[in-house]
C-alpha cells in the first residue's frame, strides 16, 4: 500500500467512527482494526503496530471520559501521537556545525540510493554555504567510483577516490585525512553496499568507522523493500553506530511503513527523505507534518 492509499484509509476508517452516532468499544475496535489492517499493508512491522493499538486503547479508555468530552477528537489526537511517537525515537541525531569538521559515513545495501544521496547531502550543505567533500570507499561495485566521480563533478563538490587501490579502509582513512587537513567542514564517506546482507559486508563497514571515527553515520534505506526493513537497519546498526535514517524513492510507489521500521530498529530518526533522481529531490523530515499528511 503506497503512503496516499494509507492516508486514504486511516481517515476512511476515522470518518467512519466519526459517523456512528454512539462512539462505544465495538465502534473504537473496529476503527482501531482498520487503521491496524492499513498500517500492516504498508508494511509497518506487526508488532509496533500490535504496540500501537494497545497504547491507544490505554489512552482512550471509554469509560473514563467524562460525558461532553469530544471522543471522537481524543482518539484521533491519540492516534496522531501514537503515529509520531513511532517516528521520534526521542533523540535529535548528531547534527554537524557549519565550519567545525564533522565526518559523516553512509551505509546501506547497494541500490538503496546511497551513492546519490551522498550528492544530494553534499549539495544540500553546499547550497546553504558549507565546504562539503566527498570520499568514495566502495570498492566492491565497478563503476562506484565513476558514478560518485560524476555526481560530485557536477554539483562541483571535491571529491577522493582510487580506480587501482582496493582496500576500502584504507581510501577512507587517507580520503578523511585529506579532507582534514584540508580543512572541509562535511566529509562524507561512501561506502559499499554489496548485494546481500553478508558479514563480510557488516566487517568492512565496522572497520571503515573504526578507521574515520564518524561523527554520524546514516543507514540509507529505499523505501520500497517492505517488510526487509526492520532486519535490515538492524543488521547495520549491530555493525556501526547509526545515528540517522534518509529513506529514499518516496516519490513513485514509495511505502510508508519501512520508514517506522527503520526508526524502531536503530532508535534513530529519519532526517531527509529523497523524492527523485535529481540532486535537489532531496526534503528534510519533520515528523509532524509527514503524519498530518498521513493521516490525510
Ligand atoms: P547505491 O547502490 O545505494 O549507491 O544506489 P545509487 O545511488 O546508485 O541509486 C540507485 C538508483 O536509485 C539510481 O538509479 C538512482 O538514480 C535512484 N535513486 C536514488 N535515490 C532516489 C530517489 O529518491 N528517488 C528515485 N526515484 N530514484 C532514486
Known amino acids: 500500500m503506497v ?39 504498508s508494511d509497518v512491522q506487526f508488532k509496533l503496530v500490535r504496540d500501537m493499538q494497545t497504547n491507544i486503547k ?9 460525558a461532553g468530552h469530544n471522543k471522537r477528537k481524543i482518539i484521533q489526537q491519540a492516534i496522531f501521537n501514537e503515529l509520531c511517537k513511532m517516528l ?56 562506484a567510483f565513476d558514478q560518485l566521480k560524476q555526481n560530485a563533478t557536477k554539483a562541483k ?23 582534514k587537513e584540508e580543512n572541509y567542514d562535511l566529509i562524507i564517506v561512501d561506502t559499499s553496499g554489496r548485494h546481500k546482507q553478508e558479514a563480510a559486508l557488516f566487517e568492512e563497514m565496522r572497520q571503515v568507522s573504526e578507521a574515520t571515527k564518524p561523527d554520524l553515520v546514516i543507514f540509507v534505506m529505499d523505501s520500497s523493500i517492505g517488510q526487509a526493513a526492520f532486519d535490515q ?5 549491530q555493525s556501526v553506530s547509526v545515528g540517522a535514517v534518509i529513506v529514499t524513492k518516496m516519490d513513485g510507489h514509495a ?20 523524492t527523485g533522481e535529481h540532486m535537489d529531490e532531496f526534503e528534510v523530515f519533520d515528523v509532524k507534518p509527514f503524519v498530518s499528511r498521513l493521516l490525510g
Open 3 to 41: 503512503l496516499a492509499e494509507l492516508g486514504g484509509s486511516i481517515s476512511r476508517a476515522l470518518q467512519q467512527m466519526s459517523n456512528a452516532t454512539v462512539i462505544d468499544e465495538k465502534v473504537l475496535n473496529e476503527c482501531l482494526n482498520e487503521i491496524t489492517r492499513a498500517l500492516l499493508q
Open 58 to 66: 490505554k489512552i482512550v479508555n471509554l469509560d473514563d471520559l467524562a
Open 88 to 143: 521520534d525515537p526521542g533523540k535529535p541525531s548528531f547534527i554537524p556545525k557549519k565550519g567545525k569538521t564533522s565526518v559523516v559515513m553512509f551505509v546501506g545495501l547497494q541500490g538503496s540510493g546511497k551513492t546519490t544521496t551522498c550528492t544530494k547531502y553534499a549539495y544540500y550543505h553546499q547550497k546553504k554555504g558549507w565546504r562539503p567533500a566527498l570520499v568514495c570507499a566502495d570498492t566492491f561495485r565497478a563503476g
Open 157 to 179: 563538490i571535491p571529491f577522493y577516490g582510487s580506480y587501482t587501490e582496493s582496500d576500502p579502509v584504507k581510501i577512507a582513512a587517507e580520503g578523511v585525512e585529506r579532507f
Open 233 to 237: 537497519a538492524q543488521a547495520f546498526k
Open 255 to 274: 511505502k510508508g511503513g519501512g520508514a517506522l521500521s527503520a526508526v524502531a530498529a536503530t532508535k534513530s530518526p529519519v532526517i531527509f527523505i529523497g
